[in-house]
């Protein structure tokens, strides 16, 4: 089985229960409410939320919603907004376009904003399309003085992500809409960057949902571990452009240092429901911690007629974790978990014996999430077997 583990014993111990599971930091088990209550935002995280409810045309949730962030890949929405204006309602993309638009838009690829940025102003995309004639945004504006070609670093609010959504569903021609929001469906889980993406909206609710996330965290976030399925765990970080090496400067109005994730797009039939929540986190913070925070965040909204998905949230421990089609060690994995994240489990049954010595367990976990198993060792609960957790 491979993984990394933890150097020696004495780690271990500091990390483990005596049944050889994770308790530090582990989250309380709860199974997912049927409603959300107001905003919850973990300790150490900075957040802004919006919830708009297209049927009603009322926010549900609204937290501050003009603090700006540092847009990290959201700004890829604009780009691809840029690109489409004014091309009229019978405009088809060519193939040559989809080529870079598509990955750009489900799986982030870094590579396109990059050279569409080089190609088509830079700081310019921003300021034509928050004009009043184009969107109206009230709070997005160009990366900083002397960070000009960091389009990540590019400003933006939970409300003019509502906007930029309201106009993609309500005003845009047909074809834009439908090309955005039907690439904006197809996200993939694994990033091109081997990012796992599905966290915040992803992870906090059943499809239908369309996403538009972003990452930024420096050295902070760990190389990514996710790979699409049958394929090997590969690590990857993020390009210059959005996790630069650089350290900006202090004074920026913007915070351009924290780590970051955020998560943008629609919930429920009809699109009824934008979402955008952005958060920032705690120097330091890993990869793994900063997507479950940003799942906490996102699972306590009220997200009306959102179909929330059955099973009970579990901490993790221990770094790339596989994720394996059965309850054995037998087949490759399908990917890997961030360092630490929560995961959804949605039954539990024994399977092949795994040790990590001085401990063993025969049980796994189903992270219907992932459509795959994890053994129980690396699951943070204070037995082999999960308490509450229904048998497969």
Same mark, same amino acid.
């Given at each position: #089985? ?21 308790? @530090?930091?582990? $989250?309380?088990?709860? $199974? ?46 604009? #780009? ?23 990955? #750009? ?9 990059? *050279? ?7 700081? @310019?995309?921003?300021?034509? #399309? ?31 992500? =509502? ?16 090309? =955005? ?37 420096? *050295? ?23 996790? +630069? ?5 202090? @004074? ?10 955020? *998560? ?32 906490? =965040?996102?699972? *306590? ?36 978990? +961030?360092?630490?994240?929560? =995961? ?20 796994? @976990? ?27």
């Amino acid at each position: #089985m491979k993984r990394r583990l933890l150097a020696t014993v004495a780690s271990l111990l500091l990390v483990c229960g005596a049944a050889g599971t994770a308790v @530090a930091d582990a $989250p309380s088990v709860r $199974p997912e409410a049927a409603t959300a209550a107001a905003v919850q935002v973990p300790p150490g995280v900075t957040a802004g939320v919006a919830v708009f409810d297209r049927e009603a045309g009322t926010f549900t949730e609204e937290l501050n919603t003009s603090t700006q962030f540092r847009s990290a890949s959201i700004v890829k929405l604009l #780009m691809a907004l840029d690109y489409l204006w004014n091309r009229g309602p019978d405009y088809v993309v060519p193939p040559g376009d989809r080529a870079w638009l598509e990955p #750009m838009l489900r799986s982030s690829k870094d590579s396109p904003a990059d *050279s569409y940025w080089s190609d088509h102003g830079g700081s @310019a995309i921003i300021t034509r #399309m928050a004009r009043a004639d184009r969107l109206n945004l009230k709070d997005t504006a160009p990366p900083p003085a002397g960070y000009e070609g960091f389009w990540g670093y590019t400003a933006i609010s939970a409300r003019d992500t =509502v906007s930029i959504y309201r106009y993609l569903l309500d005003k845009a021609p047909a074809p834009v809409r439908d090309f =955005v929001m039907g690439n904006l469906r197809q996200s993939t889980r694994c990033a091109s960057d081997s990012f796992d993406q599905h966290f915040g909206i992803a992870g906090a609710f059943q499809k239908p949902w369309a996403v538009k996330q972003g990452w930024s965290g420096g *050295s902070s976030f760990e190389a990514g571990t996710c790979t699409p399925e049958g394929g090997t765990p590969t690590v990857a970080s993020r390009t210059a452009a959005s996790a +630069p090496a650089v350290t900006p400067a202090a @004074a920026a109005d913007v915070n351009l240092t924290r780590p970051a994730l955020h *998560s943008t797009g629609t919930v429920g039939p009809n699109d009824r429901n934008i979402v955008a929540v952005y958060t920032l986190h705690a120097a330091g913070t890993s990869y793994g911690k900063a997507y479950t925070d940003i799942g906490r =965040v996102t699972r *306590s909204l009220n997200v009306p007629g959102a179909a929330r998905p059955a099973g009970w949230w579990y901490g993790t421990w221990s770094d790339h974790v596989n994720v394996r089609r059965n309850p054995n060690t037998a087949d490759d994995p399908m990917t890997q978990l +961030p360092a630490g994240v929560e =995961v959804l489990v949605g039954c539990q049954k024994k399977g092949q014996q795994v040790s990590v010595p001085p401990y063993t367990n025969d049980w796994w @976990a189903y992270l219907p999430q992932y459509g795959g198993w994890i053994t129980n060792i690396y699951i943070s609960s204070p037995g082999n077997k999960m308490p509450d957790v229904k048998d497969c």
